[in-house]
């Protein structure tokens, strides 16, 4: 089965920038959507960004112009590019792909923005 592993979370100040990674243990240029999420403390998941194979972004309104999500096929590789980050950006980020029918979640890394 295939498995995601995040890394790049840590503790930034806000303003700050972070890039996430996703690293897939097998190929994901079939993978038509691959997602990151997040759990803010006490809150429930949400979406934060998806995109398609082709190239194609989505992204939830409280990032909006702050993230970039991409993927690179080659290297089995999902990115996470956030700047201008804020306080409310504080959460785990996970990792998220539809494999074959399977939903597949990675184990979160924690990004947390504070002064």
């Known amino acids: 089965q295939l498995q995601l592993v995040e890394s790049g979370g840590g503790l930034v100040q806000p303003g700050g920038s972070l890039r996430l990674s996703c690293a897939a243990s097998?190929?994901?240029?079939?993978?038509?959507?691959m997602a990151w999420y997040r759990q803010p403390p006490g809150k429930q998941r949400e979406l934060v960004a998806t995109?398609?194979?082709?190239?194609?972004?989505n992204y939830a309104d409280s990032v909006k112009g702050r993230f970039t999500i991409f993927r690179d096929n080659p290297k089995n590789t999902v990115y996470l590019q956030m700047y201008s980050l804020k306080p409310e950006d504080t959460a785990v980020y996970y990792c998220?792909?539809?494999?074959?029918?399977?939903?597949?979640w990675g184990q979160g890394t924690q990004v947390t923005v504070s002064s």
């Open positions: 998220n792909a539809d494999w074959y029918g399977i939903t597949v």
């Open positions: 995109v398609t194979k082709g190239g194609s972004t």
């Open positions: 097998d190929s994901i240029f079939s993978i038509r959507d």
